[in-house]
């Protein structure tokens, strides 16, 4: 799909407040200053890229409401996401993490998770929060 079709599609789907950096097979993230400076940071997508780990400074994006790592085949680590406190959508799906990151419980308004890692060998109980209606 070319890039300005994709990113349109985004924008009308996420929002004109997205972060989108499409076809730039990216092997590493972009530097820190360029994804938190302005108010981009609702979606982070970073599915299909060749990323290792995420860095600690993920919890900067406080006002994040989706963060997207589908398909990061080398994808091993995640840091703490528990400052993420707007996140709504968190997709691990065929990643290669091991543990889920810590205090998972902390996001409450958590509502989607994509989780399939071969890795995962188990859930700890109280990570995610439960709520009875």
Known sequence: MHDVIRNKALSIE???RSYVKAGLQ???????REWTTGNFDKVLDLSYTNILNLPDSISNLG????????????LRYL???AELKALKKL?????A?????????????LAYLGLQSEGLKEL???TLPIHIF
């Open 14 to 16: 996420c929002g004109p």
């Open 91 to 95: 997709d691990l799906y065929q990643t």
């Open 26 to 32: 990216l092997k590493e993230l972009p530097d820190e």
């Open 63 to 74: 006002n994040l409401n989706s963060l997207v790592l589908r398909r990061c085949h080398k």
């Open 124 to 126: 700890p109980t109280g």
């Open 79 to 81: 840091p703490s996401l």
């Open 97 to 109: 993490i091991s543990e889920i990151p810590p205090q998972m419980e902390m996001l409450e308004k």
